[in-house]
Structures are given as C-alpha cells and as structure tokens.
C-alpha cells in the first residue's frame, strides 16, 4: 500500500479535533488497507499508534537520536548539518525541518534529476515499515552509522510530506492524539458491531493490531470468542479508591474479601505451554530480566500446564521475611547488574489472582471461584505465595487488618467484592475492587528507646542466631512493657554476631511477668537491655499492646520499618520510652496524606 495514503490520513487527523471526524478517517484508511492488503493492518494500527510493535514485545527501539536524524536529514537533502541546525532553531520540529529541506531539494535543478529518478516509485508503508524495524534491530558496534544512513536512504526516497512524518515517528512525536478509544471504534464501525466486542477483545489481549487482524482476517465471530492468552498481556483490572469503611462494606454488598495492599510492583505472570514464564508490569511493560528469581519461583510453584495469575513483587528483609518500603524495589529496578540487585533487594510475590488456567479464562468468574484455582495451582512457599486477606463483614474486622496491614509493611488494603458479579474486569477501574489507604500519617522523626522482650531465629544469612528482638517501651501506669515492634534491620555483621552472648542470660523459658505481647517470639528474654530504634512511622496496630485502646478500642500502636541504631547500656529497662510518649508523637506527627 502506499505510503502516501497513510501520510494523507495523518494530515487529515492533525487539522481536527473532533473525534467522530478522527474515526471516521481512520475507519477510510483501514478500509483501504482491508481492500489491499488485510496482512498488514496490524501493522498499520501500531503506525498510527506511533509505534512500530507493542511495548511489551520488549523488541529494541529505533534508536536514532536527535542529532543523528539531523544527519540522516542532511545527507538525504544534500546540506550541511549546520544548515539542518539552523532550520530546527526556526521552526522547533524537526519533521518540518526535513519536509522544507526535501522539497527544496526537489526543486533544485540537479536535485530534480535525482528527485525524479528516486521518486520514480512511490513509497509503499511495507517499506518504510521494513526499513524501520531493520534499523531497530541494527545493534552493536557500527550499528549508529549504519542507523543513519538507512534512514537518510528512506527519507531520499520519501515526498517532503512523507519525510515529515518518518521523521517525526522516528522522533516518537507522532503525536496525532489519535487514543487507542478512537482505533477501536474505528474497528468496530467496519465490523459493524458494538464497540464493546472490540473493546473486550483488547482487554483481554492488550494487542490492538492482533485484535484489527483477527476482526478483518477472521471476522466477528472470531473476536467474540478471543481469550487471554498466555504471552500475551491482559490489561489490568484497577481499584476505586473510598475512605470510609462503611462506605466500602456496603459498596462490595456487606461482606469482601479485604486482602493486604502490598507496595511493591504489580506483576502479571504468564507461564506459557512451553514452560518460559513471562512478567509484565502494570503498564504492561516486560519486566521479566529484571526478577529471574520471580521466574525461578514461578517455574517451580505454579502446577499447570499454563496460566496467567496476577500478584505484587514486594521488597523483603532477607533475614527476617518482613517487607521493606517501596524505594528498595526501585533500586532494584534501576540496578544494571540484575544478579548483584537481586542479592542485596531480595523480593517475594505475593500473589491475589488468577485470570487463564490451563486454557480456561476465569475473567468470567466470581473472585472467590478465581481464588480456589490460584490456590490449586500453587505450591506456597514464603517466596511465592497467596496475598494476606480475609472475608470480612464489620467494619471493626476491615479496620483491625487495615491496621495491621499497615504495621506489616503494606499500603492499606484492597476489599473486594466476592458475590456472583465479581468477575476480572480487564482494563478497567471499577467498584469491584476498592483500595482503602490511610488518611493520615503520622511520620516518626525521632528515635526511641525500647526493651528486649523477645528474639526470633534467624532466616537466610542469619540462620543458626538471632534475626529479629521483639521491642517494646514502658507502661509507667501498668509498670509493665508493651510491645510496639519487631526489629531486624539496622544490624551490622558485628551487631549480629554479638547477639547469641548478650541474649544469653537473660533468656527465660516464659514470657516475663511484667511484659504484655500479644506475639509470640522464640526466645523470650527478660527486660534489661534498651536500644535505640527509629522507624518511619508509628501506625495503629491490632498486634501491639503499646498504648492499646488509646486511640482507638482494641488497638495498639507499633513503629512501622524499624531500625536498630545503637545498644544504650546506660539504659534500664524504667529508662525506655514511655508508651505515653509514644502516644504523643503518633498525635503529635499525626498528618494528612497526600491525595
Ligand atoms: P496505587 O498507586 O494506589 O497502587 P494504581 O492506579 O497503581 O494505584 P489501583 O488499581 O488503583 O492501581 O490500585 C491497585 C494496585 O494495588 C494494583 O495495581 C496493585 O499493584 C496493587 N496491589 C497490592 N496488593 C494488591 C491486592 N491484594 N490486590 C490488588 N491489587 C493490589
């Protein structure tokens, strides 16, 4: 097809902004394309989308930066660079840089001769699409030049409207405004159904030239019947966001399932028949090369023969299995040394869906039905397991775990609806799903000074000693100490190895007299020595007996993220913060949210 058609289409799409007018010239061109040639309407679609293949194929970019269109520009116009430079200073885009420069090479008298003898055949979009994917996949060393002068070669060939518009998707300025709502409606007027078939289809297959081809190669019928498939991404479903508990139970119909909102990275994983496990983020980008361990668990724990289910990859302390705060994900994601990142930020998934299992999409089922075959494919391991949830029906049920979620490391949390309608809405941001996150919070900006009242072995590195101590600060009224948090990062090596003597004498066979816990630790230790801990928060805890029903009935306070500084040995244990000074910087710090 030519390409000139194309080129005429986006011109036509730049002058308007009304919408009907938009689809009704792309319903025109995709038509052109149905009459000449079906096989490359994908093709087009993802043209039009300024791109030359989904993001998520992970295949390489075109790679040619602004100063190297600047010299593809200038040897296919037969000017200096300088000249190109000059030009883009006046006119801001470099698409119109190179539509002046090609027609006045044109209309040069020895311009001319070349003009026509290179423009003796019109462009044709299999072309350019060609040259540009081979440009993409030029790598390695030399691979610039050649870049170049690929490019400089289709832009010799291309009218000076053409060249505008190589240059500019070769920019990624396409910007046509042209939304993937308008494609599919462009579709779905052609096919002559509703636009929720179309749309559906996507949803499930978040592939828009995939889904143009099955509607023109395979018609309607085979739309309807599309299903997600495994490597290929679903769009995600989203939640609604409510502040009010109350307000969340009745919205899920009295009763959800609320699950912990991890804050980690949201990870859809694809295990295909051929046993190669794939992850796409939230933005359904492919993220696998950044988690090989999450390949690894998800090989070794999911039991089908595929599946596609859905989770977060959360950070995690290594040597106590508690989670870590969102930024430590990120280094991970920003490390070059994927094996280097995944020994300092370990991670975990926890997973809270499942959409296809071996070839049966459950997009259709209710969430609790979806959940049972999670459940029946997976091997639970502390790496690669089901998300933290109960079914609650009170809002005291939904405020205890929210608290509890929070103390754990998580965001808040996500009730879901659980009755017959409780489908996957790929794609879209629905009441279905409603995330509760806090208010308000309460940031700690100083340290406190807490007792040993308890020790957990330790995992990993720390195997064979002490991985955690159970903190917990000075009830002056009850002369007792109340637990505020579990305490297993900010630990040197040395720290570490010291532990096992110093615990030593004061470990006792039962929880102290004087001591309040709600937890149960492995050792027990008498209350002597005091740290110094900060944290990044101090949250409301349904597990922590510091401060309990001070602020709210049945709650405590805890001391979220917690980290050892230092051993205060000219502390006793009468010299900890008190639980009533805890209590007054959590009222004190107490601050709203953003959002
Ligand atoms: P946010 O910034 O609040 O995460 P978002 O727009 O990315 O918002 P939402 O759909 O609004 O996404 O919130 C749900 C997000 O929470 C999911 O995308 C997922 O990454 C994360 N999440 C964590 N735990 C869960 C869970 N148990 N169930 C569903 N989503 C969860």
């Given at each position: 097809?030519?390409f000139?058609?194309i080129v005429?289409?986006f011109?036509?799409?730049?002058?308007?902004?009304?919408?009907?007018?938009?689809?009704?010239?792309?319903?025109?061109?995709?038509?052109?394309?149905?009459?000449?040639?079906?096989?490359i309407?994908d093709k087009v679609v993802y043209f039009v989308q300024g791109r030359l293949w989904p993001d998520w194929y992970g295949y390489p970019e075109i790679g040619i930066g602004e100063k190297g269109i600047i010299k593809a520009i200038a040897l296919a116009?037969?000017?200096?660079?300088?000249?190109v430079?000059?030009?883009l200073?006046?006119?801001?885009d470099l698409g119109?840089v190179a539509?002046?420069?090609?027609?006045?090479?044109?209309?040069?008298?020895?311009?001319?001769?070349?003009?026509?003898?290179?423009?003796?055949?019109?462009l044709?979009f299999e072309e350019v699409y060609e040259t540009l994917k081979r440009i993409a996949f030029l790598q390695g060393e030399g691979s610039r030049d050649l870049k170049i002068k690929k490019l400089a070669g289709l832009l010799?060939r291309a009218?000076?409207?053409e060249a505008k518009y190589i240059v500019r998707f070769v920019e990624g300025k396409l910007r046509l405004g042209v939304g993937d709502?308008?494609i599919?409606?462009?579709?779905?007027?052609?096919?002559?159904?509703?636009?929720?078939?179309?749309?559906?289809?996507?949803?499930?297959r978040a592939d828009l030239g995939n889904?143009a081809k099955?509607?023109?190669?395979?018609?309607?019928?085979?739309?309807?019947?599309?299903?997600?498939?495994?490597g290929i991404p679903?769009r995600?479903?989203?939640?609604?966001?409510?502040?009010?508990?109350?307000?969340?139970?009745?919205?899920?119909?009295?009763?959800?399932?609320?699950?912990?909102?991890?804050?980690?990275e949201?990870?859809q994983?694809h295990?295909?028949?051929?046993?190669?496990?794939i992850i796409y983020s939230r933005r359904l980008e492919n993220i696998t090369h950044s988690y090989?361990?999450?390949?690894?668990?998800?090989?070794?724990?999911?039991?089908?023969?595929?599946?596609?289910?859905?989770?977060?990859?959360?950070?995690?302390?290594?040597?106590?299995?508690?989670?870590?705060?969102?930024?430590?994900?990120m280094?991970?994601r920003r490390k070059h040394d994927v094996?280097?990142?995944?020994?300092?930020?370990?991670?975990?998934?926890?997973?809270?869906?499942?959409?296809?299992?071996?070839?049966?999409?459950?997009?259709?089922?209710?969430?609790?039905?979806?959940?049972?075959?999670?459940?029946?494919?997976?091997?639970?391991?502390?790496?690669?397991?089901?998300?933290?949830?109960?079914?609650?029906?009170?809002?005291?049920?939904?405020?205890?775990?929210?608290?509890?979620?929070?103390?754990?490391?998580?965001?808040?949390?996500?009730?879901?609806?659980?009755?017959?309608?409780?489908?996957?809405?790929?794609?879209?941001?629905?009441?279905?799903?409603?995330?509760?996150?806090?208010?308000?919070?309460?940031?700690?900006?100083?340290?406190?000074?807490?007792?040993?009242?308890?020790?957990?072995?330790?995992?990993?590195?720390?195997?064979?000693?002490?991985?955690?101590?159970?903190?917990?600060?000075?009830?002056?009224?009850?002369?007792?100490?109340?637990?505020?948090?579990?305490?297993?990062?900010?630990?040197?090596?040395?720290?570490?190895?010291?532990?096992?003597?110093?615990?030593?004498?004061?470990?006792?066979?039962?929880?102290?007299?004087?001591?309040?816990?709600?937890?149960?630790?492995?050792?027990?230790?008498?209350?002597?020595?005091?740290?110094?801990?900060?944290?990044?928060?101090?949250?409301?805890?349904?597990?922590?007996?510091?401060?309990?029903?001070?602020?709210?009935?049945?709650?405590?306070?805890?001391?979220?993220?917690?980290?050892?500084?230092?051993?205060?040995?000219?502390?006793?244990?009468?010299?900890?913060?008190?639980?009533?000074?805890?209590?007054?910087?959590?009222?004190?710090?107490?601050?709203?949210?953003?959002?």
């Open positions: 097809m030519k000139k058609y005429e289409t011109e036509k799409i730049e002058v308007t902004s009304s919408r009907i007018q938009i689809v009704a010239t792309l319903s025109a061109l995709f038509k052109k394309v149905i009459e000449e040639n079906k096989e309407i116009a037969n000017v200096r660079e300088r000249e430079e000059e030009l200073k006046s006119l801001g119109l539509e002046r420069l090609i027609a006045k090479k044109s209309s040069r008298p020895s311009g001319l001769l070349s003009f026509t003898q290179t423009q003796s055949k019109d044709t010799k009218s000076p409207k709502a308008s599919i409606e462009a579709i779905a007027s052609i096919l002559g159904v509703p636009k929720e078939i179309v749309e559906r289809a996507y949803n499930l889904i099955i509607a023109f190669t395979q018609g309607p019928e085979a739309l309807k019947a599309i299903r997600p498939q495994p679903v995600p479903m989203l939640a609604e966001r409510l502040h009010d508990p109350v307000e969340i139970l009745k919205k899920v119909g009295g009763k959800g399932l609320a699950e912990y909102k991890y804050d980690g949201r990870a994983i295990l295909t028949k051929e046993g190669k496990v090989p361990d999450v390949v690894k668990y998800a090989k070794e724990n999911l039991k089908a023969e595929e599946a596609i289910v859905e989770g977060e990859i959360v950070a995690v302390d290594p040597n106590t299995g508690e989670l870590r705060p969102f930024q430590e994900l280094h991970r094996h280097i990142a995944m020994k300092e930020y370990p991670v975990h998934v926890r997973l809270f869906d499942a959409i296809l299992v071996n070839g049966e999409d459950l997009t259709n089922k209710p969430l609790l039905e979806r959940r049972e075959r999670l459940i029946s494919i997976l091997n639970q391991t502390d790496e690669f397991r089901l998300a933290t949830g109960e079914i609650v029906d009170t809002v005291e049920e939904l405020e205890r775990l929210f608290h509890q979620a929070i103390a754990d490391g998580c965001e808040g949390l996500v009730v879901k609806a659980i009755h017959k309608g409780s489908i996957y809405q790929a794609g879209a941001r629905g009441w279905l799903w409603i995330k509760y996150k806090r208010d308000y919070k309460s940031e700690m900006i100083e340290p406190v000074d807490l007792v040993v009242v308890g020790a957990f072995y330790g995992r990993g590195r720390r195997g064979g000693t002490f991985g955690a101590l159970l903190m917990a600060g000075y009830d002056e009224d009850k002369d007792a100490f109340m637990t505020v948090c579990k305490v297993g990062s900010g630990f040197t090596d040395e720290d570490l190895a010291e532990l096992p003597d110093l615990l030593k004498e004061y470990i006792i066979p039962n929880k102290h007299p004087r001591v309040v816990s709600e937890i149960k630790p492995d050792v027990w230790i008498q209350p002597a020595l005091v740290a110094e801990i900060i944290g990044a928060e101090i949250t409301l805890s349904p597990i922590h007996t510091c401060a309990i029903d001070k602020v709210e009935k049945g709650t405590g306070l805890a001391i979220r993220f917690p980290r050892f500084i230092k051993w205060r040995p000219d502390k006793g244990p009468q010299d900890a913060t008190t639980c009533k000074e805890l209590l007054e910087m959590y009222k004190r710090q107490l601050r709203r949210t953003v959002e």
